[in-house]
């Protein structure tokens, strides 16, 4: 069974890179798809993009200029990056998986838990 | 950019009662919609995807139908734990969307 945890700091600063690492436990990162969605009270659920291990990505054109995702597979672990963060950044942050391999427009049947990433000085 | 509207925004019903939810596409998605339950403090948990396929474990009493932009989940009978906040999800176009979510919450 797939688990999947996020990792990384909980408090960023205005205008820096939030960072998050998502481990994954009981599959291979190369098996699937791998994606990052967050979550705020006032936008809902946003879908900010996915990683396949071959370097394949694609981002959610409202946040494309300020993503890279990447994945190592020597830990099994993908990653987040977002550069140049606002208040309006702070969000629970979650790492999904596909339902199917190979498929990168899908939905998510794996979630970590949510790591809660806030914005502010 | 594809907008998932839900309806209604709050569902209130009886345990043992039938919740039906829509959601509704602003162009065509095929039947590439999905649905999800999120609980407080809990991460959206997967019930059906590409409009009809229960996802692994889901409870017979969970069932998704529609085509094209019109899309229902319905939940035959509410037991105390599917109170909850309900998603929907498109995957036919970049980017992928969600619907602001329906609340079903106890009468």
């Known amino acids: 069974q797939v688990q999947l945890q996020e990792s990384g700091p909980g408090l960023v600063k205005p205008s820096e890179t939030l960072s998050l690492t998502c481990t994954v436990s009981?599959?291979?990162?190369?098996?699937?798809?791998w994606t990052w969605i967050r979550q705020t009270p006032g936008k809902g659920l946003e879908w900010i993009g996915y990683i396949y291990y071959t370097g394949n990505s694609n981002y959610n054109p409202s946040l494309k200029s300020r993503v890279t995702m990447s994945t190592d597979t020597s830990k099994n672990q993908f990653s987040l990056r977002l550069t140049s963060v606002t208040a309006a950044d702070t969000a629970i942050y979650y790492c999904a998986k596909s339902v199917r391999h190979g498929l990168a427009n899908d939905a998510f049947d794996v979630w970590g838990q949510g790591t809660m990433v806030t914005v502010s000085s | 950019e594809i907008v998932l509207t839900q309806s209604p925004a709050t569902l209130s019903l009886f345990p043992g009662e039938r919740a039906t939810l829509s959601c509704r596409a602003s162009?065509?998605?095929?039947?590439?919609l999905a649905w999800y339950q999120q609980k407080p403090g809990q991460a959206p948990r997967l019930l059906i995807y590409?409009?009809?396929n229960r996802a692994t474990d889901i409870p017979d009493r969970f069932s998704g139908s529609g085509s094209g932009t019109d899309f229902t989940l319905t939940i035959s009978r509410l037991e105390p734990e599917d109170f909850a906040v309900y998603y929907c999800q498109h995957r036919n176009s970049w980017p992928l969307t969600f619907g602001g979510g329906t609340t079903v919450e106890i009468k």
């Open positions: 162009q065509t998605i095929n039947i590439y």
């Open positions: 590409d409009a009809s």
């Open positions: 009981g599959d291979f990162i190369t098996s699937y798809y």
